[in-house]
């Protein structure tokens, strides 16, 4: 029987804040290059308050992801917390307007947090250094998971940023134990290097216990498996997990699957944001296999995907994917 | 003496809501193509309800010109009311992150209105579509007029879309009596011709009165003079006016001072967003002015600003502007 959804997705609800800056902002202020630092609501003041004038894109890895597949025409939901404030509004209207199902109550306007946001800081090179304050979006609990849309879902898509919060495991469990139980399938984005460190375990259980596809990039894989060689990382991925994808930028991206790898090329882009480059691809590649396509395929349209958002600054599609696809060949 | 402001300018402070659309969308939703229409608060949360998903960049017309005099490095001010709201702190931000003193006292948080937005929809032409919820905008009377700030500016600069309002108009002639009182010039744009039916004597007053220079584009200008003569409503502008700019889009723009008249051709730009482009002109033209630069050099400067805006989503300068004048070899 068809689902409801092709793929559900769970994360860090939040808006980001995009400027341009010079490499010496970065260092000045105390900003590590190419990551996502966490920070609280006087260090989020304090840093707005040096930064140039900026744009407001609505944000979120998994959120980006699932505005891809929307944005693809596929069947799929957000969960994830915005306060009832200006910016939860924006959260809200722009993933709905994109075609998503967007249920998950918002906190009312007394709430203690704000909607989450995150600094968006986009150097010369096109790399972006991200500081979030998550605000609203670490309260996301089990009692925000509604586990027959759970159960809906061909495949469930965790991001490992959202490991962050105090609920935020017990929510993961109750979601994957619901969509588990009604066959859907499983998949997690390691999300970044220093995420890994801060929570190594409970990634490790879950690639062990509940993983049918792992998506990370290269240097998030090499952290994950405390190695420098790729090979030996996505050997022992490909030993825990039916299916490993992993990103490597410019060089394209690599799948593991049934004792087979590939490795497919990059579409090559002037990169003007990196922001959502993984996000993008992981909503290529989703796509692709809920539509039933090969992995290899996947992999080129998570690729084709990623090149449209580093095109432009923000990090939701701007340009028509399907388009964009017919345009390389891929439907 | 060198004054602190070699151009103070005051309008409704909003903060833009921009989409691509398509031509279908505008009429299905009542929507005029090219105009700006004002529209009540349940208009807003319809129409936004409608729109696609949308960025967020700090908007409203006389601002967006501010801005730009800020990012050649002009001394700058703005004054225009926003609610102490999420929306109002990015206003705020962006306009003294760009640069530009900002001192207008923001409403508090249990005011009855909130900042400002303007929902902007670009169609593939690159045209844009005005609607706009004035807000806590429309709210700015004579006591948020600093009259030393006044005193201490070369320029003043009106924004026609200011006259909407209960206490506009009293702020207009405080902030005129106040910079003329101290040696100072006024500008005006006349922003809309649908603005301009709903305030004709006021602006005629104000041009036959107190204007040094006066800023519009075609339409505005044969609406103004109701005329459908761009030449008859030029001549009757300058013998009211010292000086009379007026753009007429690809076309370029005209100056009519002291008897001379010329015409400066465009930039020629791949457009993809015309939103900011008579603003932006605006701001070419008034730091030339300021700066102590010819008219006809002055609108060659407006025109390579306002060449930039158009380039992109928003009204904001993204670019180094400093930098495009001395490609265009006008500095």
């Not at 990370?216 to 894989?221: C, I, K, Q």
């Not at 930028?249 to 690599?254: F, R």
């Not at 944001?273 to 290899?296: I, K, N, Q």
Request: charged letters at 25%; glycine letters at 10%; a negative charge.
């Amino acid at each position: 029987m068809t689902k409801r959804f092709q793929v559900v997705g769970i994360g860090n609800a939040m808006v980001d804040v995009l400027c341009h800056t010079e490499e010496s902002f970065l260092a000045e202020n105390g900003v590590e290059k190419g990551i996502m630092q966490l920070i609280d609501r006087d260090r989020a003041v304090e840093l707005y308050g040096r930064m140039g004038p900026s744009i407001e894109v609505s944000g979120g890895s998994a959120a980006n992801t699932i505005a891809g597949i929307a944005a693809l025409g596929g069947r799929t939901a957000y969960v994830g917390k915005v306060k009832d404030d200006q910016l939860g509004a924006i959260f809200a209207h722009d993933m709905r307007a994109q075609g998503a199902v967007y249920e998950t109550p918002m906190a009312p306007g007394d709430a203690a947090h704000e909607t989450g946001r995150c600094m968006v800081l986009v150097t010369p090179d096109g790399e972006r250094s991200m500081n979030t304050y998550l605000g609203m979006s670490e309260h996301l609990g089990p009692d925000d998971i509604d586990t027959g849309m759970m159960a809906d879902a061909d495949w469930l898509y965790l991001e490992g940023y959202r490991f962050d919060g105090p609920d935020s495991h017990e929510a993961f469990a109750r979601a994957i134990r619901a969509c588990k139980a009604a066959g859907g399938r499983v998949s997690l984005t390691l999300s970044d290097p220093f995420c890994i460190e801060r929570h190594r375990d409970a990634f490790h259980r879950m690639i062990v216990e509940d993983l049918d596809l792992l998506i990370s990039n290269r240097a998030e894989m090499l952290a994950m498996f405390e190695t420098e060689d790729l090979d030996s990382a996505l050997d022992a991925a490909a030993r825990a997990v039916d299916m490993v994808v992993c990103t490597e930028s410019e060089k394209g991206a690599h799948v593991v699957t049934g004792g087979e790898r590939w490795h497919v090329p990059a579409v090559p882009t002037d990169i003007v944001d990196a922001t959502g480059a993984g996000d993008l691809f992981a909503s290529g590649f989703l796509w692709g296999l809920a539509e039933g396509h090969a992995p290899r395929l996947c992999a080129q349209m998570g690729n084709v995907a990623a090149s449209e958002v580093i095109s432009h600054l923000g990090a939701r599609p701007e340009a028509d994917l399907g388009a964009l696809y017919r345009a390389h060949g891929l439907a």
